[in-house]
């Protein structure tokens, strides 16, 4: 069988050398926006996590705050002289405690809500 020379037309290699540049492009292309992508998300797991670490900080500094609040209410009812005095302490510790859980409550959801914003802010960016 006799070989027939096959010439590839110049138009069609150079199309191809152009179509595989695109497609060099375009691939380069994705893996640097898949590489953004991978950073931002770094970044707000770190934000993330740097926001849960405040809170949990926080909600320690609250639960000190709350203990300390207990003991020195304890140490009050042991000096009551009377039930009128001891329910008058308890109903005192009460409304303070229900008003310093409310703010504390409002307090941790605003540094979560925070720090869920500041997430969403670095993943848009």
Known sequence: MQRTPFDIPDQMR??????VEQAKKAVGQYLDATQ??????????KSVRDG???????ALAYVEENVAASF???????????????AALQK????KQMASLAEQGKSIGGM?????????DRVKK
Not at 36 to 45: L, N, P, R, Y
């Open 52 to 58: 849960a670490a405040e809170v949990s900080r926080q």
């Open 72 to 86: 020195d209410f304890a140490h009050r009812l042991v000096q009551a002289r009377t039930v009128e005095e001891i």
């Open 14 to 19: 150079e199309a191809a050398d152009r179509s």
């Open 92 to 95: 005192e510790f009460m409304a």
């Open 36 to 45: 953004e992508a991978v950073a931002k998300a770094e970044g707000s797991a």
């Open 112 to 120: 979560m809500g925070r720090a869920a914003t500041d997430a969403m």
